[in-house]
């Protein structure tokens, strides 16, 4: 299950979006978020997300961000990451390098005993939306973009630690600005396949039980989704053919939080149902199966929904008049 954070703070406290002079424009999906440097009058926007939600043992790191056309001709350094306690700390950065050779590059860089480590890989990007990946796992780390694997570490110093905020579309220390659009970022408790990462290329990121944050930005600095895992039943439905199938789902009511998120529903939400087994929960054995909440009820102990499709077999019929013009037979 998925709650909606308080708009500001996590319940430890940790501010999880934090922006100067917020700007919002027109994303891939919905709304996206400015993050550039100062302009005129106008402040440089910084955007942090709390560094407790990384867990460098193992997980993926995805954003979508705007690739603009003057990006290989400013010499300037655009950022998307900057994961860092200082220049060679628990860093870990994701930037466009366009200041010192190889001029026009993507650059994933980490910090080893013995200086900087960085990869690149040239920027061959049209102007438009892409979709960045970080994954790591056992001391590797992988670099893909829009869904491909572009460059990778097979033993990299990856951070032990996160700082208490980390940047996102600045370097560490609130420099090298991004200047462009970030649409959505997902930070995963697992190092996800290449397929997962090449399906989510190009889409909406959905959250799942390996999903640590979502973060839309999608018009307002909201925080995160974050998981939550809370104990449910589900009543699958009879096989019958005299009614609709409905499902009834069950969930603890652990949090106050629930029963306020359902009665302030505006419409029916879609839930989508999927089957999976325990000992292989990345594979769905059923599904998916896209049903309606048609209705919700719950006391101190649970809060439950009855999820249903369309009752057509409730639907008037037959649905025309029998009319000389559509039945002349029958006059």
Not at 82 to 108: E, I
Not at 236 to 261: E, G, M
Request: avoid cysteine; charge should be negative; hydrophobic fraction near 45%.
């Amino acid at each position: 299950a998925f709650t909606r954070a308080s708009t500001a703070l996590l319940s430890d406290g940790v501010t999880v979006v934090d922006v100067d002079q917020p700007r919002f424009e027109a994303g891939r999906f919905g709304q996206a978020i400015m993050v550039e440097a100062a302009a005129g009058d106008r402040a440089a926007e910084s955007l942090t997300i709390p560094g407790s939600i990384f867990d460098w043992t193992e997980g993926t790191f995805e954003v979508g961000t705007f690739v603009p056309a003057w990006l290989g001709t400013a010499a300037r350094n655009s950022t998307i990451l900057g994961h860092g306690m200082d220049a060679t700390t628990n860093l870990l950065g994701l930037y466009h390098l366009n200041l010192n050779a190889p001029l026009n590059s993507w650059a994933m860089r980490v910090h080893g005993p013995s200086g900087p480590e960085v990869r690149f890989v040239p920027n061959t990007l049209t102007a438009g939306w892409h979709d960045f990946a970080l994954r790591w796992l056992n001391g590797g780390l992988d670099l893909l973009i829009d869904g491909i694997v572009a460059e990778s570490f097979a033993a990299a110093t990856l951070p032990v630690a996160s700082p208490a905020a980390v940047q996102i579309g600045s370097w560490w220390d609130g420099g090298s600005k991004l200047n462009s659009l970030i649409d959505q970022v997902r930070i995963s408790s697992r190092a996800r396949s290449d397929a997962e990462i090449a399906a989510a290329a190009g889409q909406a990121l959905r959250v799942d039980p390996h999903t640590t944050a979502l973060f839309g930005f999608d018009g307002h600095l909201g925080s995160p989704y974050v998981y939550q895992p809370f104990p449910f039943d589900i009543a699958l439905p009879a096989d019958r053919d005299d009614q609709i199938s409905k499902v009834t789902l069950t969930i603890d009511n652990v949090d106050r939080a629930i029963v306020r998120a359902v009665r302030e529903l505006a419409s029916a939400p879609t839930v989508t149902l999927e089957i999976v087994l325990a000992s292989s929960p990345d594979v769905v054995e059923a599904g998916p199966f896209e049903f309606t909440l048609q209705d919700a009820g719950y006391d101190a102990l649970t809060v439950s929904g009855t999820l249903g499709y369309e009752d057509i077999l409730n639907e008037p019929f037959p649905a025309g008049a029998f009319v000389p013009a559509a039945f002349p037979g029958m006059f």
